[in-house]
């Protein structure tokens, strides 16, 4: 799980490292079609297919992961990559919410209510912080990026609860991942042509970021995450969580040489926080 965590991280340095030899919605989009080439295949030698029933969930999901990196795509154009693995990775706060509303199982208590007030307080903290000084003038882009990987988060946060309460829950990790990867291509490939963020300079470099975001993030990463949930305690695995924002820091100022405002450092530490409060709910009770 914690090579997982450092994988997740390097996923967002990547694309921001290449961004100007390959567009970063471009990049998603052929990783996923690469990533759904190699699934279906996996699933034939398996002799997998999906589910008769399942095919609406797996619409919702597939949409909402497709938007979910619509909007990483774009603020990873904007910001630098230490804040959108921040923000990104608020995901765990809000289907802590979403299921907390939609299952009883799921309700949350005083503990968890306060480390969602602490990862909000964080999330205003690393925003307006950082901004004072300049808001509207030379920051108001780095704002929107931080903004756009914030709505990123959520829409992770609504796929999670889209699963949990459909019948996905029971679905093979390969049919759940299938649906994300397709939303991924469908959504993403046109409108990076659409947007002119079409551009993919085929170089040495590039090929060797291509083929990690491919092979490693979308295929092998996701489908280990997803046997994960099937063997441990998602709850457990979720404290794990707050490592891949904190990789994401510490790999975007060594990678990247990117600078980091000490209120964005403060918020960082109170959305960590609220976050390993939120995810070890479960693990806490006997």
Same mark, same amino acid.
């Not at 609406?56 to 154009?77: D, H, M, Q, S, T």
């Not at 993403?188 to 060797?208: C, D, K, M, R």
């Given at each position: 799980?914690?090579?997982?965590?450092?994988?997740?991280?390097?996923?967002?340095?990547? !694309?921001?490292?290449?961004?100007?030899?390959?567009?970063?919605?471009?990049?998603?989009?052929?990783?996923?079609?690469?990533?759904?080439?190699?699934?279906?295949?996996?699933?034939?030698?398996?002799?997998?297919?999906?589910?008769?029933?399942?095919?609406?969930?797996?619409?919702?999901?597939?949409?909402?992961?497709?938007?979910?990196?619509?909007?990483?795509?774009?603020?990873?154009?904007?910001?630098?990559?230490?804040?959108?693995?921040?923000?990104?990775?608020?995901?765990?706060?809000?289907?802590?919410?979403?299921?907390?509303?939609?299952?009883?199982?799921?309700?949350?208590?005083?503990?968890?209510? /306060?480390?969602?007030?602490? /990862? %909000?307080?964080?999330?205003?903290?690393? %925003?307006?912080?950082?901004?004072?000084?300049?808001?509207?003038?030379?920051?108001?882009?780095?704002?929107?990026?931080?903004?756009?990987?914030?709505?990123? @988060?959520?829409?992770? @946060?609504?796929?999670?609860?889209?699963?949990?309460?459909?019948?996905?829950?029971?679905?093979?990790?390969?049919?759940?991942?299938?649906?994300?990867?397709?939303?991924?291509?469908? !959504?993403?490939?046109?409108?990076?042509?659409?947007?002119?963020?079409?551009?993919?300079?085929?170089?040495?470099?590039?090929?060797?970021?291509?083929? %990690?975001?491919?092979?490693?993030?979308?295929?092998?990463?996701?489908?280990?995450? %997803?046997?994960?949930?099937?063997?441990?305690?998602?709850?457990?695995?979720?404290?794990?969580?707050?490592?891949?924002?904190?990789?994401?820091?510490?790999?975007?100022?060594?990678?990247?040489?990117?600078?980091?405002?000490?209120?964005?450092?403060?918020?960082?530490?109170?959305?960590?926080?609220?976050?390993?409060?939120?995810? /070890?709910?479960?693990?806490?009770?006997?």
């Amino acid at each position: 799980m914690t090579l997982l965590c450092l994988t997740w991280s390097l996923q967002q340095i990547s !694309l921001k490292a290449i961004a100007d030899e390959a567009s970063p919605m471009l990049m998603v989009a052929i990783r996923s079609a690469i990533a759904l080439v190699l699934l279906a295949v996996l699933m034939q030698r398996r002799g997998e297919m999906p589910g008769a029933g399942r095919w609406k969930p797996g619409l919702a999901v597939g949409a909402l992961f497709g938007i979910e990196y619509l909007l990483v795509a774009e603020a990873l154009r904007l910001t630098a990559a230490s804040h959108v693995v921040v923000f990104l990775y608020t995901a765990p706060i809000f289907a802590a919410i979403g299921l907390h509303l939609r299952l009883p199982a799921e309700r949350l208590g005083a503990r968890q209510m /306060a480390g969602i007030a602490v /990862a %909000f307080a964080g999330i205003a903290l690393a %925003f307006l912080g950082a901004d004072t000084a300049s808001w509207g003038q030379v920051d108001r882009p780095a704002l929107l990026g931080d903004g756009l990987a914030l709505l990123g @988060g959520l829409a992770w @946060g609504a796929t999670t609860v889209t699963i949990r309460c459909s019948s996905l829950a029971q679905a093979p990790a390969t049919e759940t991942l299938l649906y994300q990867l397709l939303g991924a291509v469908i !959504l993403l490939l046109p409108i990076a042509w659409l947007t002119g963020q079409g551009h993919f300079e085929p170089s040495a470099i590039v090929w060797a970021h291509l083929g %990690f975001q491919s092979l490693v993030v979308s295929f092998a990463s996701f489908l280990t995450w %997803f046997w994960l949930l099937r063997c441990y305690l998602a709850s457990r695995l979720g404290v794990f969580s707050f490592l891949t924002p904190l990789f994401g820091v510490l790999l975007g100022v060594g990678l990247l040489g990117e600078a980091i405002e000490a209120p964005f450092v403060a918020g960082s530490v109170l959305v960590l926080a609220g976050i390993a409060l939120v995810s /070890a709910r479960k693990a806490a009770r006997p």
